[in-house]
């Protein structure tokens, strides 16, 4: 009882009822939202594909002419990480948004095509070997997959071809959005683990039974699980659970990714072993190399990494989104 006798006051009913219309109104808007993107992606997924490399050249011409943060960040990584002369930055910039295009286009196919007609993409195998042997060793084996070509594509094809798999993600932070990626990410019986505590412990068991863990080593770390590690000669924020996931299982690690073929319609899966500081004790040493094994994917075609990706904010001069 408050003083006086009288009871606290309480919300007025009114303004509960206008929370909740809000909050109605909100995950409608979401709904709404989702349901358009599957109907535009599945328009997409019915596209012959020389009208959707049309649209992708449409698209570049876009991204190369009108302002926006990703073509800049993307054309500031690439001059403070390689170093081209002008002519040629440009031209890798272009081939660069011409790739995320394609990429961008291509969600609808990713989504919604039948797996062996995804799959029947990848034409070509390379270091298949290396996977092999690290399965060898008798542990399990973490499967780092950059932002590179098409990584939804390669996660798929080692699903398939691998077992028991896992992928450790990050979740979008809406339930039925995570719901509708988790299916169509685990439609090849991979296991789909978001990267809280209960999903890394579920990739821990995963290795520990000798399975295959997939994981995108090259995201922005949240507060506290990055520091800072060289990538391309540049100080990154690099994550550190992929190195701490190795030390406590043991597990051997590979780099894959999947790239775009000139024609731009197919792909070749590409399989490196880890350079071997990886395993080292010293985590700012294994950190390093980790990133030396992106930088060895990235490399096999420059413009289908993901330039635009915010790994050197302490460098860059923009504001961080």
């Excluded at 006798?5 to 995950?27: C, F, N, S, T, Y």
């Excluded at 959707?52 to 054309?75: E, G, K, S, V, Y």
């Excluded at 291509?106 to 029947?120: V, Y």
């Excluded at 994917?297 to 001069?317: E, G, N, T, V």
Aim: aromatic residues 6%.
């Amino acid at each position: 009882m408050a003083r006086g006798g009288l009871r606290p006051e309480q919300p007025a009913q009114g303004a509960v009822d206008q929370r909740l219309a809000r909050k109605q109104a909100a995950g409608a808007q979401t709904t709404m939202k989702q349901q358009q993107l599957q109907w535009l992606t599945k328009l997409l997924a019915s596209m012959p594909a020389g009208w959707r490399l049309r649209l992708a050249d449409a698209l570049t011409w876009l991204l190369l002419r009108l302002p926006n943060r990703r073509q800049r960040r993307a054309r500031e990584n690439i001059r403070r990480c390689l170093q081209p002369p002008p002519e040629a930055a440009a031209a890798l910039l272009r081939a660069h948004l011409q790739h995320r295009a394609d990429s961008l286009l291509e969600l609808g196919i990713t989504w919604h095509w039948s797996l062996p007609r995804l799959l029947a993409l990848i034409t070509e195998v390379h270091g298949w070997e290396h996977l092999q042997q690290a399965a060898s060793a008798g542990h399990g084996v973490i499967v780092a997959v950059p932002h590179f070509g098409n990584w939804e594509l390669a996660s798929l094809y080692l699903g398939q071809q691998l077992a028991p798999t896992g992928l450790l993600y990050k979740p979008p932070g809406n339930a039925a959005l995570e719901a509708w990626l988790s299916s169509y990410r685990g439609r090849a019986g991979t296991q789909v683990l978001p990267a809280n505590r209960r999903g890394i412990a579920g990739f821990i068991r995963l290795l520990q039974r000798r399975g295959y863990g997939g994981i995108l080593p090259d995201q922005t770390p949240p507060p506290r699980a990055g520091r800072l590690a060289p990538l391309f000669g540049q100080p990154a924020n690099t994550m550190t659970l992929l190195v701490r996931l190795q030390q406590k299982t043991a597990a051997q690690v590979v780099f894959a990714g999947c790239r775009r073929l000139p024609d731009r319609r197919h792909f070749a899966l590409h399989v490196l072993p880890a350079p071997p500081a990886l395993y080292a004790s010293d985590q700012l040493q294994a950190l390093t190399a980790m990133n030396q094994g992106i930088e060895a994917i990235a490399k096999l075609a420059p413009a289908q990494y993901q330039w635009s990706y915010h790994r050197y904010r302490q460098l860059l001069s923009e504001p961080s989104d």
